[in-house]
């Protein structure tokens, strides 16, 4: 149980750094991120069960990180209209791309371990939609920024690798432990932190102190 209070307190200190950021600049970007954090944040607060809801706390949490990948998503795409940006270019096809493979991959191996379709397949993919909506917008406005706005696709990369890892226990594929879990984690958390410190211009100060 340790364990998941270090990932809370993870979470919080994240959020907690969101905040600072954003009162220190506020831009629109810095503060719907940090919105997104916090909603992350209880997600996270649901699913690592510190609540002690056992597995009633796994649907308001993937709630929570489905309006967090939203938020993160609306984002960008306002970020990307503002400053002209193109949506149909490279990023968004790397993107699309890089979600289709991961639906696909994770139907592949479910099928080859379990030999059918686990009840919680179409929700996992309905959950990944939303994933690959968030990773879509922040490929596609990073590829029209371009300099220290490439670490975004590395973040949702990370976030992918991270989110697919939770979803092959539920698919039957692997089974859970405490240092699967720590490896999703290891993937988590730069995710967040890399989406946090480099969202907008201001990021480069940051970068450079």
Known sequence: ???????????????????????RNRREERKLCMVAMILSCIGDIFMTDVLKLGSAGTVPGAAFFILAHIVYAVCFFRAGKRNRCRILNNGFTAGVCLTVSAAALLTILMLAKTGRV????????????????????????SFNRKGSFYFLPAAMTLFLISDFLVFLPMLAVVQESVIYDLVIWMFYLPAQLLIILFNSPASKKVMNK
């Open 118 to 141: 686990q009840a919680m397949y179409v929700p996992i993919l309905g959950y990944l939609a939303f994933v690959g909506l968030n990773l879509i917008t922040q490929f596609s406005y």
């Open 1 to 23: 149980m340790a364990i998941q209070y270090s990932k809370v307190v993870c979470s919080i200190l994240l959020s907690l750094l969101a905040v600072i950021l954003f009162l």
